[in-house]
């Protein structure tokens, strides 16, 4: 399957290998901030459902901007969104809320709120009229915090965790939302390499046991490489690369996308990529360096 390179969608599954639909189709999108250029121009792609897709490109590509479309938060200037083939726009807050779950960035709450009623604060969408807890609302929470290993301080104030806990709240919050599709904002920003495959390994395990369609804005090109499904490789000219994560990422296209140079190699299937600096390290580098 080629890449696709600004060019518009005909087939409806780009990726043959899952063959479960299409949770969202992007067609023709353009935004702008007011009085700024188009961020996003002419972008066209669709997500097959239960696929993990990576959001990559250089600071100000439009990765942020485009995650906020995604989630209804903000409306492009023209072209179209679908989610589960209708209109971003014909769904209700509520309704979109069953559908898509977010997970912005990390950060620490104002408020003391334990970790429980942080999560709990994802099932507003489902509850009635009284807006009382049901026994469906409990067991969505409490599923939720086990799946994150989250319930051993789930009584903790939020403010009073790690980065990392903090992180695996906010991301079992969106699992108790109960929505096919899960959009995250460079999750694992701010936390050590621990704790960011940590992560990626949670939400990897909710792709593959919860059938769910993950898109995750990130920084962090080798860990794309090693998760994602697809990736979307966004450009600071608006261009953009999107298809299978092999075929993407390429260290040709990251040297061009990015403007480094770039050192590849491959462990296993999977290929990683590392910039090359100035002063990187050589036999002829003096001592120190």
Known sequence: MNPVRNENLKNTNLHPEISNGVNIKVQNLRFAYKAQAEILKNLSFQIPASTFLSIA??????????????????KPASGSIEIDSKPISSYSVRRLAKKVAVVRQEFVPVFEFSAAQVVSMARTPYLGALAFETNADKEAIAEALEMTDTARFADRPLGHLSGGERQRIFIARALAQQTPILLLDEPTNFLDMK?????????????????KTIVSVTHDINLAAQYSDMVLLLSADSSYSFGPTREILTTERIERVFDVQTFSAQIGQTKFFFPLGKFTKSQSSPPGF
């Open 57 to 74: 490109g250089p600071n100000g590509a439009g990765k942020t901007t485009l995650l906020n479309l995604l989630s209804g938060l903000l």
């Open 195 to 211: 704790h960011q495959v940590g992560i990626y390994d949670l939400l990897k395990k909710m792709q593959i046991e919860k059938q």
